[in-house]
């Protein structure tokens, strides 16, 4: 049993590596004359767009990026509170970064994001080569608190705004394939889910102004770019009154079809849905639209109905799979759908989990990213429940979670075998130069020969051979596709 669980904990953290796991690097400007700047960005994608506002902020200060650490001016780590191996992945990497500091007197060190929110100046003395410490609605500030750290003096910033969206400040664009883009709508979260500490860290949830959206996604289009994922905590939830004229709500299906109007040549995604907001509209919405994305991710959390409820996840079993259900009638079975679920949540029974593995075999997702339980100081799970499920029971419902995940994975993959799916090639494959990747629809990665194409363009690929995590193919043309069907 314990060489189960390690083998497929071992493949989630090769294939789910992507949503949580990933750390992002800032990438070397070509510019001489400018002070040195090393982003280096933890967690989910809320976080890699924030470290483009930095980056944005730092520019007008006088900095330029770098990927070399060891020799930048300044070091920021924009950090992840969600669960504690983050953050302890964290303090590793400030050790290793005291080494340069120690080698280099004059770097200044910065911890950005989540959890610097949560630990505010107690970071500071916890952690002695910190020089500043910014919550993610202070990055405005940084250019004073750097000044500030010059000088000797520990610079702290972590005021949480009710309306700071950054609507006016034109992300730089870190670690691009210049073809996909993120794009910040809104920041926050009201939603309080018990187990969760990024209403705390992240503070109350606004909306950004669409107009702002709207232009930054034509921005990028005229720039080349062809993909835009619309970001928030609860994408569902996003509106925007109009200061004139209050009445006038601009929803979330209404900003995706102003989006998707851009250009049909644009794609457009977003992330994450709640399942107590999605409503019919949107599903309508992305039906109407070729290049909405026929993809969503909606987490779920727990299979059962008592667990959900102390989550405060505020719908039920039932609810979630009748959303499950209108996705299918409304999108058909080839929309992609993706989860998140937590193993061992606080007084979890045997038979609760098992809730959580039959609305696997219920749903049959296309992925998910699976997580055991880290109780979070300071959150009402931390405070109301005992963490009462022993850590070997946590991990052992965790990896039967995934097996069953990555089973139906990858008979959802075979499935594919025969069709052809329109791929928007991002780039060369990390494996084989003499492949191209790039994702189809239902965000699905898909490999396949390089021929003539080029990175940004839409290539109709035959699917041929698939495992859990991708699809491999050949691309076929137009004469190809009328034989086939
Ligand atoms: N806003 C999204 C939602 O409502 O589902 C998710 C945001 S959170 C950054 C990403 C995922 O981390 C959550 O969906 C949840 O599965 C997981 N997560 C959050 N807090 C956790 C905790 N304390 N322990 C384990 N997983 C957690
Ligand atoms: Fe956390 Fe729940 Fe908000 Fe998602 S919806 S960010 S899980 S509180």
New binding site residues.
């Given amino acids: 049993m314990e060489n189960r669980i390690a083998e497929t904990l071992k493949i989630l953290t090769e294939t789910d590596k992507e949503a949580?796991e990933t750390v992002h690097v800032s990438e070397n400007e070509p510019i001489t004359n400018k002070k040195r700047l090393f982003i280096e960005s933890y967690?989910?994608q809320?976080n890699f767009a924030d470290s483009e506002i930095v980056a944005s902020v730092m520019r007008e200060a006088g900095f330029a990026t770098t990927s070399d650490a060891e020799n930048a001016d300044l070091v920021f780590l924009n950090t992840?509170a969600?669960?504690d191996n983050a953050e302890q992945r964290v303090r590793t990497r400030l050790k290793q970064l005291n080494v340069y500091k120690k080698k280099k007197p004059g770097m200044l060190i910065g911890v950005l994001g989540c959890m610097a929110e949560r630990l505010k100046a107690k970071l500071l003395e916890e952690e002695k080569m910190v020089d500043i410490v910014t919550g993610p609605d202070a990055y405005r500030d940084l250019p004073r608190l750097v000044e500030e750290a010059e000088t000797g003096q520990k610079g702290v910033n972590v005021f949480l705004s009710r309306e700071e969206t950054y609507a006016d400040i034109s992300p730089v664009r870190l670690n691009s394939n210049g073809i996909t883009a993120l794009i910040s709508i809104m920041r926050g979260?009201d939603?309080m889910?018990s187990?969760?500490?990024?209403p705390y860290t992240r503070g109350r949830e606004r909306s950004r102004d669409p107009q702002s959206i709207i232009k930054e996604a034509q921005d990028l289009f005229n720039d080349g770019y062809k993909e835009v994922t619309l970001l928030g905590?609860?994408v569902d939830s996003y509106k925007y009154a109009d200061p004139n004229n209050k009445s006038e709500i601009f929803s979330f299906a209404k900003l995706l079809e102003q989006v998707a109007l851009i250009s049909p040549e644009l794609r457009v995604r977003f992330s994450?849905s709640?399942p107590k907001d999605i409503t019919d509209e949107v599903l309508y919405t992305i039906k109407k639209y070729d290049n909405i994305c026929k993809y969503i991710h909606l987490?779920a959390?727990s299979g059962n109905s008592r667990v959900l409820e102390i989550m405060n996840r505020t719908y039920t079993r039932e609810w979630y799979l009748e959303r499950i259900d209108s996705i299918r009638r409304i999108l058909g079975d080839e929309c992609g759908i993706s989860h998140?679920?937590?193993a061992g949540f606080c007084t979890e029974t045997e038979e609760e989990h098992q809730d959580s593995l039959s609305l696997l075999e219920y749903v049959r997702f296309d992925f998910g990213?699976m997580?055991?339980?880290?109780?979070?100081p300071g959150?009402p799970?931390a405070k109301k429940f005992t963490d009462d499920i022993p850590a070997d029971i946590k991990q052992r419902r965790l990896a039967e979670i995934i097996e069953v995940q990555q089973r139906i994975s990858t008979e959802r993959n075979k499935k594919l075998i025969g069709t052809i799916q329109r791929v928007l090639v991002e780039g060369t494959s990390k494996r084989s130069e003499a492949d191209f990747s790039g994702r189809s629809d239902q965000n699905k990665v898909v490999i396949f020969p390089r021929e003539n194409f080029k990175k940004g363009d839409y290539v109709n690929v035959l699917i041929t051979d698939t495992t859990s995590a991708t699809l491999r193919g050949k691309a076929v043309i137009e004469e190809e596709i009328i034989q086939l069907a």
Wanted: proline residues 3%.
């Fill in positions: 949580c967690g989910c809320m992840c969600i669960r979260c939603n889910c187990f969760c500490v990024v905590q609860n994450t709640h987490p959390q998140d679920m937590i990213y997580f055991s339980y880290s109780e979070r959150t799970a």
